[in-house]
């Protein structure tokens, strides 16, 4: 049978495009379809933009420690609308290099949603149909809100970079990397930030010790931050809306009368929100952002119909080489829901064309991932946490939490964090976990000798670099504790 393409990709993230791009370049032809910007969530709405908030959101700091240091400086105020302008400026050019990628790699671009009609087919929305040797899932996953009355009331991360104006007060209900990095963030922006999350510490999965620091210090730095704490009821409140079922009528959260605060809101999400808690307090805020989950992007796609098995979530189950039930189908990235990194997806994508492309089967490897969270601290880590380590086998744990000198300097009581998970018998360093500025750059780093198997005594033999905060990481000789 003779098909219009080699391949024919659908979703243009990351993942997606660097499969096209490397897939032509070894002689297929190709085609893309993606149904809103070039890029994706990581570009448009994710990585991209969220850490050059990340940047901007750092600078009042910066300015603080810049009079300690002997600057004359003012703070000066946030422009919202300055920011977001040129950060879709940038977004713009950024598409745009993705565009240019895949036509000078001479893949075709469809603008358009896309699904599968059969084994070899893509149907696009205009009731086109692509047929196709190989077809490659990439459509990556979306924001959800909970399952609550009025839950259109809030906003999700996909609309943070596109709110008219700041919110005043803002609530954030979720305790995930999402949700804690978007509270660091909008309160440094200037943004009264209060934080519900329902477990007992945020950060949930990661190391304990390097979550309940992260906690501390967006605590320190004002965030309101509630744990054991869900959302229960909201709806749209004004000047006189009247709260049901309270005694008090106030914010315990701000302390301020709630008919005040709707009277002040002046919310970028549609108007303020009212919210009552589990705790049983009540507040009115200007937006409601929910951090609460994301979901694969795989409704309405034909896929079940065509015999493509979907998991309780609606992920895309995949075996090792990413085909799923149907040989003539693969997927990578977010749909597949088995870790939810752009450099992930990219390396998927990767290996789905040295397997399917160039006939070296290349299982993927989840491994022993580095990742970083951008709080403020942020927090890097790789391996296993103290509490999985310990399950597993007896370790050793080293330990150290400081100062560091550039805030100490300048007054404040920031602390870090660097720690080492290390196996009693075998001395492998089984887990690395940094709480610190910059640690998403220190754990890139120290991600390559973990995944090369390296001993505590490797990290020993290895020269200090001083003055630095990372010098901890192979001066420490003394385990703090042993478990």
């Not at 299982?363 to 969270?373: G, W």
Request: proline share 4%.
């Amino acid at each position: 049978m003779a098909f219009d393409y080699d391949l024919f990709v659908i979703g243009g993230g990351s993942g997606g495009v660097r499969a096209a791009r490397v897939a032509a370049a070894e002689g297929a032809k190709v085609a893309i379809a993606e149904s809103s910007r070039m890029g994706g969530t990581c570009v448009i709405r994710g990585c991209v933009p969220k850490k050059l908030m990340v940047f901007a959101s750092s600078y009042h700091e910066s300015f603080e420690d810049a009079r300690s240091y002997g600057w004359d400086v003012e703070d000066g105020a946030f422009d919202w609308n300055a920011f977001s302008g040129h950060l879709n400026i940038e977004l713009d050019r950024l598409e745009g290099v993705y565009r240019s990628l895949l036509d000078g790699s001479n893949v075709e671009i469809f603008d358009s949603r896309a699904r599968l009609a059969d084994a070899h087919t893509v149907e696009l929305a205009d009731g086109t149909q692509k047929t196709a040797k190989h077809i490659l899932v990439a459509t990556g996953g979306r924001p959800v809100r909970p399952d609550m009355p009025n839950a259109h009331l809030g906003i999700v991360s996909d609309d943070i970079f596109h709110l008219p104006e700041l919110p005043k007060r803002l609530l954030i209900i979720g305790g995930g990397y999402i949700a804690c990095e978007f509270a660091c963030i909008m309160n440094g922006l200037g943004v009264e930030v209060t934080q519900f999350y329902r477990g007992a510490q945020i950060l949930r999965g990661f190391d304990d010790e390097a979550r309940g620091l992260v906690a501390e210090m967006m605590r320190e730095k004002g965030i309101n931050l509630h744990l054991g704490t869900n959302i229960v009821d909201m709806a749209e409140a004004s000047a006189d809306h009247t709260i049901p079922n309270t005694s008090t009528g106030t914010d315990a959260a701000m302390g301020a009368p709630v008919a005040e605060h709707a009277a002040q809101a002046t919310s970028g999400s549609g108007g303020p929100v009212w919210v009552k808690a589990t705790n049983g307090t009540e507040a009115v805020y200007d937006a409601v952002l929910f951090a609460t989950g994301r979901n694969p992007n795989t409704a309405d796609m034909g896929l079940e119909e065509i015999g493509v098995e979907v998991g309780r979530r609606g992920e895309i189950v995949v075996d090792e080489y990413s085909q799923t039930a149907v040989p003539s189908i693969y997927a990578i990235g977010d749909v597949t829901n088995r870790v939810q990194l752009t450099p992930v997806a990219i390396r998927e994508g990767m290996a789905f064309v040295e397997t399917v492309f160039k006939g070296n089967p290349t299982p993927i490897d989840h491994d022993l991932i580095p990742s970083a969270i951008f709080t403020q601290p942020e927090l890097g880590t790789i391996g296993l946490t103290e509490e999985e380590a310990r399950e597993q086998e007896p370790v050793e744990i080293y330990c150290t939490s400081f100062r560091p000198m550039q805030s100490a300097f300048a007054g404040r009581t920031d602390r870090v964090l660097m720690k080492l998970v290390v196996a009693k018998e075998s001395r492998k360093v089984l887990g690395c976990h940094i709480v610190a500025p910059g640690a998403g750059e220190m754990i890139q780093l120290a991600g390559i000798a973990v995944k090369m198997g390296a001993t505590k005594e490797d990290f020993d033999r290895t020269v200090a670099v001083h003055p630095t905060m990372s010098e901890e990481l192979v001066t420490m000789k003394t385990p703090m504790r042993v478990a």
